[in-house]
């Protein structure tokens, strides 16, 4: 299986800074078919099912604020909210969609500070 | 606007099956672009692939749980459906059904992009 570590486990930033997730996969998630990483950012606020935000390590999903952007390839990726608003506290996941099984990082809980 | 609902027993007793059902509106199971998953999340904790279902019937399964889990779908129905046999309490969590876009030859496109609201079972006896 491929281990996905996030990082922080949590992190407070002040409205209008720049928060930074991390996550680290424990293999390539490199899809040499279309040279893109299979790795997806989810948003999760309490009592919702995850949101997507971001999928081929770095493509916005439809509708998702432009202060969501995501970087990074083969084992090193990096979610980030170039702008934090209130509305963006929550859980961020990260999962790789390279092999099966399915993968996802234990979470990052992002508050307000 | 495609919705997923997820219906079930809330309460199943520790060593019997747990059965939950998806059921898809705005959109067909049967279309050829679209797997259909499960997904858990254990109160308080990070999220499990269980496995999923393809359009054909092809399954996909968590090797962690493969030899427990059961995933089918009923097209007449637009349903898809998981069992889970010989529970305990540490399959007490919020199942949710997902959607995910496959090429045309089956490979990942769009990860999970539709999401049911979750149910909550909780093993108990």
């Known amino acids: 299986d491929i281990v996905m570590t996030q990082s922080p486990d949590s992190l407070a930033v002040s409205l209008g800074e720049r928060a930074t997730i991390n996550c680290k996969s424990s293999?390539?998630?490199?899809?040499?078919?279309?040279?893109?990483?299979?790795l997806v950012w989810y948003q999760q606020k309490p009592g919702q099912p995850p949101k997507l935000l971001i999928y081929?390590?770095?493509t916005r999903e439809s509708g998702v604020p432009d202060r969501f952007s995501g970087s990074g390839s083969g084992t090193d990726f990096t979610l980030t909210i170039s702008s934090l608003q209130a509305e963006d506290a929550a859980v961020y996941y990260c999962?790789?969609?390279?092999?099966?099984?399915?993968?996802f990082g234990q979470g990052t809980r992002l508050e307000i500070k | 606007q495609l919705q997923l609902q997820e219906s079930g027993p809330g309460l199943v007793k520790p060593s019997e099956t747990l059965s939950l059902t998806c059921t898809v509106s705005?959109?067909?199971?049967?279309?050829?672009?679209?797997?259909w998953d499960w997904i858990r999340q254990p109160p308080g904790k990070g999220l499990e692939w269980i496995g999923s279902?393809?359009?054909?019937?092809?399954?996909y399964y968590n090797p962690s749980l493969k030899s427990r889990v059961t995933i089918s779908a009923d097209t007449s129905k637009n349903q898809f459906s998981l069992e889970l046999s010989s529970v305990t309490a540490a399959d007490t969590a919020v199942y949710y059904c997902?959607?995910?876009?496959?090429?045309?030859?089956?490979?990942?496109?769009?990860?999970?992009?539709?999401w049911g609201q979750g149910a909550l079972v909780t093993v108990s006896s």
């Open positions: 997902a959607r995910h876009l496959v090429s045309p030859v089956g490979e990942w496109l769009v990860p999970f992009d539709y």
């Open positions: 705005g959109g067909s199971i049967s279309s050829s672009n679209s797997y």
């Open positions: 279902i393809s359009y054909s019937g092809i399954t």
């Open positions: 293999q390539s998630v490199l899809y040499s078919s279309n040279n893109k990483n299979s």
């Open positions: 081929w390590a770095s």
């Open positions: 999962q790789q969609y390279f092999s099966i099984p399915i993968t």
